[in-house]
């Protein structure tokens, strides 16, 4: 295969065949990087994004990495990071957005129509949704799928029941 270094100014280097290993003499994969004290790759962009980007055929289907602008780790149907982000993690706050560049909440569904889905490969458990405070349960909903019912708890976990309502706006 063709190996080419270029110190040169504004010249390529490059290996034309072959893989590329740092660490091993036996490289499994186009780049294998192996070190047995762990390893570490600095992506670093003092002014643009700094990613990662797959493609087919020369057009990005996917990227991921930070968007130099806001900070934040994205995940993108296309080249640019700000540009489609399909999952942003807010580096300001921690919080998840998928469909959003800008989570109000930990977790935040954004869409014309957001539906969280809750999928048990066993119909002999419930599944559902809890809220804690403090690691004490508060409330729950869960399904049963083996009885079809669905529960809805209020209260502490060791003295149910509390108030529950439903609420129309009129």
Do not use: C, M
């Not at 399909?86 to 300001?92: A, E, I, Q, R």
């Not at 004490?136 to 399904?143: F, G, L, S």
């Amino acid at each position: 295969g063709n190996i080419r270094f270029d110190s040169r100014s504004g010249s390529n280097s490059y290996i034309n065949t072959g893989n590329l290993g740092i660490g091993t003499t036996n490289p499994n994969a186009t780049l294998d990087i192996e070190n047995s004290t762990g390893v570490t790759v600095d992506i670093n962009s003092s002014s643009g994004d700094g990613q990662f980007r797959f493609q087919d055929n020369g057009i990005t289907k996917w990227a991921v990495g930070r968007d130099n602008t806001q900070q934040d780790f994205v995940f993108s149907s296309s080249a640019g990071l700000s540009t489609d982000p399909v999952v942003v993690l807010k580096h300001s706050t921690g919080n998840v957005g998928i469909g959003t560049t800008n989570p109000d909440s930990k977790l935040d569904l954004s869409a014309t129509a957001p539906i969280l889905t809750l999928n048990s490969s066993d119909n002999s458990v419930a599944q559902g949704i809890e809220w804690k405070h403090s690691g004490n349960r508060d409330a729950y909903i869960k399904h049963l799928p083996f009885t079809g019912e669905f529960e809805f708890n209020v209260g502490r976990n060791t003295t149910w029941g509390g108030d529950f309502k439903f609420v129309t706006d009129t």
